[in-house]
């Protein structure tokens, strides 16, 4: 190992070590009761031999060996004490870190902006959330502490012996060195199955999670079978990983007990043939008890240095999520208390990747109360307005994430990054294409569990822009389960339930990704009822797909290939006989 790694393995443990403070008294207290568990361990075998030598081949005092048999009872009965509270500190200060980890986790990764997401599989991160970490927690229960324990129990051990018998001990300790080979062989080829089973892990929850997700497209395309073949071979490799793993426990134990075997009976026959008329049977028997008890940790001690590494390996990862600088910036201090709602875009240039322009050289404004569309064609940079003015993805430079990016979006001619994120973002109400609903009640999708949120202002708020009969005629109304994904709702349902979401929280800046194409006549009009009322005294941003989704907009803008290309009232547009007029010429049966 380079000194580089050594640092980083250093600083690593460092860290681990640091989510102890709020719990340093189970910390202090878990080590301290391993460390007398490791000194006490040798307790126990020396009232043996004393029993053996003094009262059963020496004297035949009964009373002296039922006294020191009370002894070995209360000293069973004390170790049995230490190991439950050495047991339960150590694995509920583990369990205690791995709820303070994960949730610092899981409120980074809220943090983080959408251009992570973009590269990172959902999976990945659910492995780094709850596999991960969980391996954290047998750091603790297994891992420092533990073999701390075990260390001094090996020195305590052979420090007993030495001083029992130096020549005996010697004897026993003869097959030591073959012990720590295959220790350190076993140590070394177990961590490289174990890499390979957490990259199997990561693997199989960022395929399985994607692919149940979607499923429909799946099925849609009879792709079943060619789909469960690549499972089969990820599973797979999953499979032969962790065989490899147990072919090596398989081997390594057994060669263990073959070794203690083997310096039990190296230890009988010197005995035999040097010492056997010189050496009691409680000595005898304090030797061979030693064996069996110096072995056990060094063969626990292999395996709880991999389940140590393991963790190392695991908490590197999670802190690499933790480490992640994509976070969206709140340094605004300004709220929205005094806010007209006047909108305007800067020469604004906008990249996913490197200098790959979506938007070019965007300017435009909008008063506050207006409502504007934009329309054009898939990929013409409509939704990346919507995803800059939410914040998103930011408008200022940053090329550290592959961003480059230029010019200014402003509210009420203040910078929007002066404006704090929960402010600016209370105040957007998003309706997106793609609507997601939680596996919960119509009411806890609209409010999302806002305490500030009554049962009684959703109701209000349905019946403002005319859904709450819509909701009512739904199983439990308000309170219907509408299942993950709201895989139970058509898709304008969901969009219904989205305005109304949108519409509660009383926004200042209005969006609406539309996608009515795929929607019936009849929730369309819904839609249509409620646009004009969710828009009426706000700035409004329609992103429009049909057409006679903005005949009430004040103006139009049209985008092509991340340009704008035209822009005016709906009657100077078809004046100019360019684009938007064959927009509109392609859709006239549906404006009319």
């Not at 090329?399 to 990054?417: H, P, S």
């Not at 708020?461 to 509408?482: E, M, R, T």
Request: hydrophobic share 45%.
């Amino acid at each position: 190992m380079s000194d580089k790694e050594k640092k980083l393995k250093f600083s690593l443990i460092w860290r681990i070590l640091s989510y102890t403070k709020p719990y340093k008294k189970y910390f202090i207290a878990s080590l301290l009761i391993t460390l007398t568990l490791s000194g006490f361990a040798v307790v126990r075998p020396l009232l043996i031999s004393k029993a053996l030598n003094d009262f059963v081949i020496g004297t035949g005092d009964i009373s002296g060996l039922n006294t020191i048999g009370i002894f070995i009872l209360a000293s069973l009965i004390f170790e049995a004490f230490l190991q439950f509270s050495n047991i339960y500190l150590t694995s509920f200060l583990g369990q205690s870190i791995v709820k303070d980890l994960r949730n610092q986790v899981y409120n980074h990764i809220v943090s983080l902006k959408n251009s992570y997401f973009d590269k990172t599989p959902v999976g990945t991160l659910v492995t780094r959330s709850i596999s991960d970490i969980e391996s954290l927690s047998d750091v603790f229960s297994e891992g420092f502490i533990v073999i701390s324990g075990d260390i001094l129990m090996l020195i305590t051990f052979m420090t007993v012996m030495f001083l029992k018998n130096w020549v005996l001990t010697l004897v026993v300790l003869s097959t030591v060195p073959v012990l720590l080979i295959a220790t350190n062989l076993f140590k070394n080829g177990v961590k490289k199955t174990f890499t390979e089973v957490r990259n199997a892990v990561a693997s199989l929850n960022a395929f399985t999670q994607e692919h149940l997700t979607g499923m429909r497209v799946i099925q849609l395309f009879n792709r079943e079978d060619s789909e469960y073949e690549k499972f089969k071979i990820i599973n797979d490799r999953h499979r032969k990983a962790n065989i490899r793993s147990i072919w090596y426990y398989s081997i390594f134990f057994p060669v263990v007990e073959i070794l203690s075997a083997i310096a039990i009976a190296l230890l009988i026959w010197f005995i035999g043939t040097k010492y056997h008329s010189t050496i009691g049977l409680g000595d005898i028997t304090f030797f061979v008890m030693m064996v069996n008890m110096l072995f056990r940790p060094i063969r626990m001690l292999a395996d709880r240095l991999n389940t140590l590494q393991m963790g190392i390996v695991a908490a590197d990862r999670v802190f690499k999520v933790l480490d992640t600088e994509e976070i969206i910036e709140d340094e605004g201090k300004l709220n929205f208390d005094s806010v007209n709602g006047n909108i305007e875009f800067k020469n604004v240039w906008f990249a996913y990747n490197n200098e790959e322009w979506v938007l070019k050289n965007i300017s435009f404004a909008i008063k506050g109360g207006e409502t504007i569309a934009l329309v054009g064609a898939t990929g013409a940079g409509k939704s990346t307005i919507i995803n800059l003015l939410s914040r998103f993805y930011e408008t200022r430079p940053n090329k550290a994430v592959g961003q480059v990016n230029k010019g200014e979006i402003t509210i009420d001619n203040k910078n929007i990054c002066e404006y704090h994120l929960e402010e600016l973002r209370k105040n957007t109400g998003v309706v997106l294409q793609d609507v997601h609903l939680f596996n919960d009640s119509i009411f806890n999708n609209i409010a999302l569990h806002n305490p500030n949120i009554t049962l009684e202002q959703v109701k209000a708020a349905a019946k403002q822009i005319g859904l709450h009969d819509f909701i009512s005629s739904l199983p439990g109304a308000y309170n219907y389960v509408v299942k993950e994904r709201g895989i139970t709702l058509s898709a304008g349902q969901r969009q219904l339930i989205a305005f109304i979401r949108a519409f509660v929280y009383n926004p200042k800046i209005f969006i609406l990704d539309e996608a009515t194409s795929t929607i019936d006549t009849q929730t369309e009009q819904l839609l249509q009822i409620a646009l004009e009322k969710i828009s009426k005294g706000r700035t409004s941003i329609i992103i429009a797909h049909r057409l006679a989704t903005i005949k009430n907009a004040n103006k139009i803008i049209v985008f092509d290939k991340g340009e704008i290309v035209e822009q005016g009232t709906k009657t100077e547009l078809l004046d100019l006989n360019g684009q938007f007029k064959r927009l509109y010429e392609l859709q006239f049966e549906d404006v009319l």
